[in-house]
């Protein structure tokens, strides 16, 4: 088994990124979060825009975790 963190720099990888982002607090979440609380932290502070201005304008660093070559699930 590989294990990788992959540094996520381009607008194609964003994306891939705040559609993991959107599952993954879906799922982490909606037992503790109403559906509207966690769509509004994903739209607000883990979709396309908001990521792309954490990367290339605040200083953020976010990585792919992924097992041989299937992302996984992120870090940042």
Do not use: K, S
């Given at each position: 088994m590989k294990v990788q963190f992959v540094p996520i720099t381009t607008?194609?990888?964003i994306q891939t990124l705040a559609l993991i982002?959107?599952?993954?607090?879906?799922?982490c979440y909606g037992t503790l979060l109403s559906g509207e609380q966690i769509d509004y932290?994903?739209?607000t502070f883990q979709s396309t825009a908001p990521i792309k201005k954490q990367i290339e304008?605040?200083?953020y660093a976010y990585f792919f975790l992924q097992v041989n070559g299937?992302?996984?699930?992120?870090?940042g």
């Open positions: 607008h194609e990888q982002a959107d599952t993954v607090w879906h799922e932290m994903v739209r304008e605040e200083g299937t992302n996984v699930g992120y870090i």
